[in-house]
């Protein structure tokens, strides 16, 4: 998962919004978002990485909400556990227990943010953040391959949009996931001025700049919306895209928590 906008408190019908898009290798195993159980019995739904193990993003029953985005590093450290574990942790562990763990071993992973969502709060954690451990409460928010917040233009761009969405929207959740989504195919790239440095070179940092990406061996495959409503309906939506943004099957989720 490389870019996430979310919202906490921002709309009296949706308490909580989060539009996200995967990029990853298209050569990558994956199963499509589904319920499954981890191997602690917690039924979540989820699309599973089915090279490393683990997920990008899942969602409990109750409605809490978790992902996981890499640290883009020039030259990234190898971690001992797959990144995908951190998302099921963190609907499985308390806070302060995960919290603990994490900062016991701060290179047992490589470089990653993560967050767990609620619609009353929520919390980040990243082993590249000085002060790692943060609560999260009322507002708009992007995530990235960089720390939450980070101002790089595409981030600035969908938090921007869904902000807008979200104050906007009424009770309609379809309409606002079609509205969602239709945000998160933005292929707008930012200009090279605005363009961060992480290491990767200026094709590569072009290449990504943009909330969707669209390439032949690597891009954008899975763009997620997911809305808890005030009424206690979460509805899940999820496109999946195949090479050169090709549409491939798109899942729909919706139950009362």
Not at 46 to 71: E, H, K, P
Not at 201 to 211: A, H, I, N, Y
């Amino acid at each position: 998962m490389c870019l996430i906008a979310f919202t906490l408190g921002q709309s009296r019908h949706f308490p909580l919004v989060v539009a996200a898009n995967r990029d990853e290798f298209f050569r990558r195993p994956t199963a499509a978002m589904d319920w499954w159980s981890t191997h602690r019995g917690t039924r979540v739904l989820a699309g599973r990485d089915l090279q490393s193990g683990g997920t990008w993003l899942a969602v409990r029953a109750d409605g809490t909400i978790s992902a996981v985005t890499n640290v883009r590093e020039g030259s990234p450290e190898a971690g001992f556990h797959s990144r995908g574990e951190l998302p099921l942790r963190a609907l499985e562990e308390s806070q302060p227990d995960l919290a603990t763990a994490l900062s016991s071993a701060p290179d047992q992973y490589a470089g990653f943010n993560l967050v767990r969502l609620d619609t009353d709060n929520g919390w980040y954690y990243s082993n590249r953040d000085a002060h790692p451990g943060r609560q999260v409460h009322r507002g708009a928010y992007g995530l990235s391959n960089h720390l939450l917040q980070t101002p790089w233009p595409k981030l600035l761009r969908l938090r921007q949009n869904v902000a807008h969405a979200v104050a906007d929207a009424d009770d309609d959740a379809d309409a606002l996931h079609r509205d969602l989504i239709g945000l998160l195919q933005d292929t707008t790239p930012a200009p090279d001025h605005l363009l961060p440095d992480t290491g990767v070179g200026l094709d590569t940092e072009r290449f990504l700049s943009s909330p969707f990406i669209v390439g032949d061996g690597y891009g954008t495959r899975a763009t997620t919306v997911i809305t808890v409503a005030a009424t206690g309906e979460i509805r899940v939506s999820e496109q999946s895209w195949g090479a050169n943004a090709e549409a491939l099957q798109c899942r729909q989720f919706h139950w009362q928590r």
